[in-house]
């Protein structure tokens, strides 16, 4: 099986309601879709948002990269040859990780199709069921409660709580919300950047005197401020999740040495892929530090690859935030992995086991 062409598409999905975090809001998922074909008539698809604030990657960058750099070194490679196409994927040019990340997603799932089973099981096999939290975007206090009894109600066990934008009012969701569900499920508190590292001893110190007992916080800091990050890790009570800080393996082995988190959150657009990815979890199984699986706003294609990645590394990656395609309105893509509200599960058929795409837009480049 050979690859021949690299294509590309625009999926649009609407979410739900706006997603809104400490540093966007969004109302559409608007993703470059990629396709692979082969000289056997299989095709492989990937996915990438463009997601600036955090990557540096745009639409227009994301098929840039791919059309020009990465496609040229792909056409006539044989999918058998994984190892040797994920080093030509990884090495075409710095940085652009979401558009490595695509084509990476494509071949894995014609790497699974090659020998006729689903990628998990290609990655190491594992239990093909998980369960996701759900993201509860920053808004009105009212507005916010609203949504996690809601989410709760929906059966999600796990809540993921966007704040970072007002330090007291911060404080005072988090507290109106655990009030609302404690007992019911656990809150996950993502600051997406939005406190500097006092604020955020503060802002956990308040919480925790108050009783609210929060399953993890994630990157309350700055990206680059590591040091910021070890300062909050160090005196908190609560776990502490790396997220931006961290995008390959030399960045995680650094940030577990340092101590600066107690926790790794993986996603396929920062870390170019599912190489890095199996990498950074056999990485923290080694040192003992726990992983999260997360994703950006992306649809039940890359999703799914996180899923088959999840499933097979449950070892070191024990918490689990896929709820992309829970926040949007339909699901445009048949077969593969079923995402039915808190629960994910994944079919046997081969590598991500996609059959058809509704509403993708082919591009021409």
């Known amino acids: 099986m050979k690859i021949t062409d690299i294509q590309f598409g625009m999926l649009r999905v609407p979410l739900k309601t706006a997603f809104k975090t400490a540093l966007r809001t969004v109302d559409t998922v608007e993703d470059i879709v ?6 056997t008539g ?12 955090i990557t540096g990657d745009t639409h227009g960058s994301i098929i840039e990269a791919i059309a020009r750099f990465i496609k040229p070194r792909l056409i006539g490679q044989e999918i058998a040859n994984l190892n040797h196409i994920t080093h030509l994927i990884q090495t075409a040019l710095e940085r652009n990780t979401s558009a490595k990340a695509a084509v990476e997603i494509a071949v894995y799932d014609l790497f699974g199709q090659l020998y006729g089973a689903p990628l ?25 409660v609203a949504d996690s009894i809601n989410a709760v109600e929906r059966g999600f066990e796990s809540l993921k709580i966007k704040v970072g934008k007002d330090i007291g009012l911060d404080i005072e969701r988090v ?4 009030s609302a569900v404690e007992g019911r499920a656990l809150l996950r508190l993502d600051a997406n950047q939005g ?33 910021g990050l070890k300062y909050v890790t160090d005196r908190v009570h ?4 790396a997220d931006e800080s961290v995008f390959g393996p030399t960045e995680v082995i650094d940030l577990i040495k340092m101590r600066a988190a107690d926790i790794i959150n993986i996603k396929l657009m920062k870390t170019g892929g599912i190489s890095n990815a199996v990498r950074i979890a056999d990485i923290a199984s080694l ?6 699986i997360g994703c950006m706003l992306e649809t039940s294609i890359s999703v799914a690859a996180a899923v088959h990645l999840a499933v097979a590394k449950s070892q070191s990656i024990t918490k689990v935030d896929l709820d992309g395609p829970s926040l949007c309105q339909f699901n445009p893509v048949e077969g593969g992995v079923i995402f039915n509200e808190s629960e994910i599960s994944i079919t046997d058929a081969p590598g991500l086991g996609i059959q058809t795409i509704h509403g993708l837009e082919l591009i021409s480049v």
């Open 287 to 292: 040192y003992g530090v726990e992983c999260m």
């Open 175 to 178: 507290k109106a919300i655990y």
């Open 195 to 227: 406190w500097t590292a006092k604020q955020a001893v503060f802002a956990m110190h308040n919480l925790e005197d108050a009783g609210v007992v929060l399953e993890l916080l994630e990157q309350p800091v700055k990206a680059q401020d590591i040091d």
């Open 238 to 241: 609560t776990p502490v999740m």
């Open 34 to 39: 990629v396709i692979v074909r082969t000289d």
């Open 120 to 144: 998990y099981k290609i990655l190491g096999g594992g239990d093909p069921v998980i369960t996701t939290d759900i993201t509860i975007s920053v808004d009105y206090i009212d507005k916010m």
């Open 42 to 53: 299989q095709v492989g698809y990937g996915e990438a948002p463009a997601t600036a604030v």
